[in-house]
């Protein structure tokens, strides 16, 4: 059974750093794409930031370029998302999705383009 459980959200001040994880199961952790999505109250479901397990490369939104950072651990089948700088616009529920196919970078960040969802966890960001 696939499964991603995504943690590591709570309420942070403007300013401070989380780091999220999203952990694989189910699944060979190698030739696929992981990305991180968020949707804020109202919003639709936005890409943020996905990466490839096979030659890590890396796609950023650019309304978080500069201050997170997405990374691997692929023998622990884990994906990390670091949040730095933080500001209240990234209040959302964020959600690790993986694609098992390959992905061009022009669409890595559109939630259209992957197959398998986690639970989400929730980024609150006080002013």
């Known amino acids: 059974e696939v499964q991603l459980q995504a943690s590591g959200g709570g309420l942070v001040q403007a300013g401070g750093s989380l780091r999220l994880s999203c952990a694989a199961s189910?699944?060979?952790?190698?030739?696929?794409?992981i990305g991180w999505f968020r949707q804020a109250p109202g919003k639709e479901r936005e890409g943020v930031s996905c990466?490839?397990?096979?030659?890590?490369?890396?796609v950023y939104a650019d309304s978080v370029k500069g201050r997170f950072t997405i990374s691997s651990d692929n023998a622990k089948n884990t994906v990390y998302l670091r949040m730095n700088s933080l500001k209240p616009e990234d209040t959302a529920v964020y959600y690790c999705?993986?694609?098992?196919?390959?992905?061009?970078?022009?669409?890595?960040?559109?939630?259209?383009?992957?197959?398998?969802w986690g639970q989400g966890t929730e980024v609150t960001v006080s002013s």
């Open positions: 999705a993986a694609r098992t196919s390959p992905i061009d970078r022009s669409i890595a960040t559109s939630p259209l383009e992957y197959d398998y």
């Open positions: 189910g699944f060979t952790f190698d030739d696929y794409a």
């Open positions: 990466i490839s397990s096979s030659d890590g490369s890396t």
